[in-house]
């Protein structure tokens, strides 16, 4: 049985990794700042064989990755999958821009997923198929304007997999990065707050994907799954990009 611990996933993919896990009987613990969406999620577990556990948290604070690891360890006993998978995309244009702004960035979507790994290592040791997975994004693969610190921090992430897969590889210790693409899930919402023009934008991107339309959350989660399955065994120091085809063209 897997024990997955989920950093941000009380709405959107990691909300669809977390039933999909529970599906397969599996204990999951999700820690988000998202209280509402946490209960959520309980409810909708009370239906599934697998064990849930929501625990409520700032992953941007420097005391996180300890708290997050040690709840872990003490509602699950253990951690084989370690999903990062908070992110934060702020929006402005380049003199609006201030070193705070930055910093919140890189605490959420670069310094979590290094801090939270090291802080789950001794769990992960001790797992017989220990699997890691980062959210980056095809934000790593292509750029928008207005949003340096994302797509900075997005591409950062596939580094620090580089790295850390050299590191744990030998311990067994899998690290991937997933690169998810134009997903329908609440992220995008300052996105497209940013733009003139909301509904031509949108038409304007699906067109730039031959699958000509947004994915959905559920349709990303199979590859955090797979990940953290005998399946996913030695695959380590790379990128799964689910994107529907767009940075493909
Ligand atoms: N939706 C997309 O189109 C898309 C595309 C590429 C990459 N991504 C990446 O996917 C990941 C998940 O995003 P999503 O689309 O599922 O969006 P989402 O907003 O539905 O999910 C993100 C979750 O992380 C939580 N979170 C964010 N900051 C947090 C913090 N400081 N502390 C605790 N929890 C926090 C949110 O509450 C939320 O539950 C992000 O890293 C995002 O960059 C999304």
């Known amino acids: 049985m897997t024990k997955t611990l989920i950093a941000g996933g009380a709405t959107g993919i990691g909300a669809a990794v977390a039933p999909a896990m529970l599906d397969q009987g599996e204990d999951v613990l999700v820690a988000d700042v998202n209280a509402q969406g946490l209960l959520a999620l309980e409810d909708m577990a009370k239906d599934l064989p697998g064990s849930f556990t929501g625990f409520e948290i700032d992953l941007g604070t420097p005391g996180a990755p300890a708290a997050v690891a040690d709840q872990a360890m003490a509602r699950m006993g253990g951690i084989d999958c370690l999903f990062v998978n908070a992110g934060l995309m702020l929006a402005a244009r380049l003199e609006d821009w201030t070193p705070q702004m930055w910093d919140r960035s890189d605490a959420i979507n670069l310094r979590l997923p290094m ?23 095809t934000g790593a693969l292509r750029g928008h304007a207005g949003m340096p610190a994302y797509h900075a921090t997005k591409s950062g992430i596939l580094g620090l997999v580089r790295a850390l897969a050299d590191e744990l590889g030998p311990e067994g210790i899998r690290v991937n990065a997933l690169l998810p693409g134009w997903i329908d899930t609440p992220f995008n919402n300052g996105f497209w707050d940013h733009q003139d023009d909301p509904d031509g934008t949108r038409a304007q991107i699906e067109a730039g994907i031959p699958m000509r339309r947004h994915g959905r959350a559920d349709e990303v989660a199979g590859t955090v799954l797979y990940l953290a399955s005998d399946a996913g065994r030695y695959v380590t120091g790379t990128q799964l990009v689910v994107d529907g085809g767009y940075t493909a063209v």
Do not use: W
């Not at 797992?127 to 980062?134: E, G, L, Q, Y």
């Open 115 to 137: 801090f939270l790994t090291q802080a789950c290592l001794p769990a992960l040791r001790a797992s017989d198929n220990a699997s890691v997975v980062f959210t980056s994004s």
